[in-house]
């Protein structure tokens, strides 16, 4: 595939915002390109492709296929020879030492979406969720949303409800993504926006968690069926590289 065909298609998932940019990836868009995109995996991703459900197949080829691409013409190496690393809670990253031109980056997939967010300067984690009205969100929040967010959450009602429970987590999602240490954090131990009306931010954390404070949190689209978050930390405190 010819990198400027790829680049003027990508063009137009492209989001510039402050301190980072986002690819919004519509898998239906992308279906056409798939085979092509499975070329520039490395030959040990090739081999953990997901055979068993479609979309998450599809997911997977898209986003690691378009960050090899990214990151490719940034670091100036063939996709497929891109080597990543991964931290002891499974983050993908590239070491600076290697590659010090590599931007931070993060990938989240929900359903036909594929989010990748790209930053220079700070680590990086987003997180995209479909608003999906399930019944069991009011135990999921008992168990891992603070007493703040429970309150606010308890209030709600119908889709209101819905919305207000994704929000937290996306952004709770978010928040450890940038961070590294993925579900280890303990999604109960800091609160942060329950009020979709309202910008994201981190209402509380931990003492021993001053990283939280120096989160930036922002909702780079307007919330309709789904959300997305994107957290931006400083790179010396986190545990992403
Ligand atoms: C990775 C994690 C932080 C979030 O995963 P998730 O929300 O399920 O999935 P997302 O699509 O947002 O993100 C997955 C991507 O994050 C990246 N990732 C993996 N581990 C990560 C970590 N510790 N920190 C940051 N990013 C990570 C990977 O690139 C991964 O994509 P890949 O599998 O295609 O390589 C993980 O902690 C997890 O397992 N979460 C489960 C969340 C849960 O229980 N949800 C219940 C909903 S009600």
């Known amino acids: 595939m ?3 065909f790829l680049d003027d298609f990508l063009s137009h998932a492209k989001s510039q915002h402050h301190g980072y940019e986002l690819y919004t990836l519509e898998l239906p868009e992308w279906r056409p390109l798939l085979m092509e995109l499975t070329e520039f995996l490395s030959a040990e991703e090739k081999d953990q492709i997901p055979k068993k459900i479609v979309s998450v197949r599809e997911q997977f080829i898209c986003g690691h296929g378009i960050l090899r691409h990214l990151l490719s013409q940034r670091i100036n190496r063939p996709p497929q ?3 990543f690393k991964t931290n ?3 983050k993908p990253y590239l070491s600076k030492t290697d590659h010090p031109q590599s931007p931070y980056f993060n990938i989240s997939h929900d359903k036909d979406k594929v989010l990748i967010g790209v930053s220079e300067n700070r680590e990086i984690g987003v997180d995209i969720m479909y608003i999906e009205e399930k019944r069991d969100i ?3 929040a008992k168990r891992y949303y603070s007493k703040s967010e429970q309150d606010f959450l308890f ?5 209101e409800q819905y919305k207000s429970f994704y929000y937290i987590f996306c952004q709770k999602e978010a928040l450890i993504k940038a961070h590294g240490q993925g579900l280890s954090l303990g999604l109960e131990k800091f ?3 329950p009020d979709p009306a309202k910008k994201p931010r981190v209402i509380d954390y931990p003492p021993q968690e001053q990283l939280f404070g120096r989160a930036v949190l922002e909702a780079p689209f307007e919330i309709t069926k789904s959300i997305a978050i994107v ?3 400083p ?3 986190s545990n992403g590289s």
């Open 2 to 4: 010819k990198a400027e």
């Open 81 to 83: 020879t891109i080597d």
């Open 88 to 90: 002891p809670w499974s």
């Open 138 to 140: 009011l135990e999921i």
């Open 155 to 159: 209030r709600q009602s119908g889709f």
């Open 191 to 193: 609160s942060v926006e």
């Open 231 to 233: 957290c931006l930390v």
């Open 235 to 237: 790179p010396d405190q």
